[in-house]
């Protein structure tokens, strides 16, 4: 005689928690917590400011750094393209030995890490895609100006973009070319707004685009040129050989010569009436 079994008998236990519902929805949570790289938030945009002075800008606020990775950060904000770790260090610690300059670095490297600024590779380096650079801005907007292709309502430019220098108070070798070069352009610049404007005859904007290169060269004389000839657009002969005679003293004063046979040819009929010094 079988005696009857109580209850229905029970099926074999799954080995996987996995594969109940709720196994497979407490699973998910537990990943979404921890989250992926693909789910992370991508960080707060920065801004770096090198005109004027050294300023990383997150979320509005300035972001401490540094001088060391100051250093670090600008002179890779200066390169067109990725550069080789060895040069870096190289010429960020010229005075090092090679092992001494490249500790340096990695030194650097790891205390920017959270800042995520900095792509780093095997060989490489280079300031990360995502932080946008006044300076490449300002340089932008000049090349926009100096292509007489670009009209000049789309350029766009702001010349107090360039009107500071690049980080003051630098004296790096590699600042100090970078500086005298992004100078040169800003004049050139100038000019060349200066007589766009002129041509379009914006006489008032061409005038102050002028006088904004006189004052940053003031020996300069295809900027006292420019600005002459901006005088003349509006019919202000007076305003343009004061411009001139201004000019003239200043080579005089400074240089003991005198002004070029192309900038004295725009007021030469005026000279007549000017008494001899």
Same mark, same amino acid.
């Given at each position: 005689m079988?005696l ?7 099926? #074999?236990?799954?080995?996987a ?5 709720r196994?497979?929805?407490v ?13 992370r938030?991508a960080?707060?945009?920065l801004?770096?400011n ?13 972001v401490?750094?540094?001088?060391g990775?100051?250093r670090l ?6 390169q067109?393209?990725?550069?080789l770790?060895?040069?870096v ?13 490249t ?13 995520e600024?900095? =792509?780093?590779?095997p ?7 995502a932080?946008?650079?006044?300076l490449?801005d300002?340089l ?6 100096? =292509?007489?292709?670009?009209p000049?309502g ?8 360039l009107?500071?220098?690049l980080?003051? =108070? ?12 992004i100078r ?9 707004l ?6 379009e ?7 102050a ?6 004052a ?5 004389e295809?900027s006292?040129r420019v !600005?002459?000839?901006?005088? !003349?657009s509006e019919g ?8 001139y ?7 005089r ?5 005198e002004?070029? #046979?192309?900038?004295?040819s ?8 000017v008494?001899?010094t």
């Open positions: 079988k009857r079994q109580r209850g229905r008998a029970r099926g #074999p236990e799954r080995s928690e996995g594969n109940t519902p196994a497979r929805a699973t998910l949570t537990a990943s979404t917590r921890a989250g992926s790289p693909l789910d938030p960080p707060p945009p801004r770096l090198l005109l004027g002075g050294f300023e990383l800008i997150r979320c509005g606020r300035s401490p750094v540094a001088l990775s100051q950060v600008s002179f890779l904000a200066l067109t393209r990725p550069v770790r060895r040069y260090a190289g010429t960020l610690w010229p005075h090092k030995n090679e092992a001494r300059a500790a340096n670095l990695r030194t650097v490297l790891w205390r920017l890490s959270p800042l600024i900095v =792509d780093v590779a060989n490489h380096l280079r300031l990360a895609p932080v946008s650079v006044d490449s300002a932008a907007a000049a090349a926009r100006l100096l =292509d007489p292709a670009v000049l789309e350029v766009g430019f702001d010349d107090s973009l009107a500071c220098e980080l003051p =108070d630098w004296y790096d070798d590699w600042v100090l070319t970078e500086r005298e070069r040169q352009l800003r004049l050139h610049a100038l000019e060349a200066c007589v766009r404007c002129t041509e005859g914006r006489a008032a904007a061409a005038i685009a002028g006088l904004a290169a006189v940053a060269e003031p020996l300069r295809s006292h !600005l002459v000839e901006a005088h !003349l202000n002969q007076a305003e343009a050989l004061r411009q005679l201004h000019y003239r003293d200043l080579l004063d400074n240089l003991g010569v002004p070029s #046979p192309r900038i004295t725009l007021v030469a009929p005026m000279l007549e009436f008494p001899t």
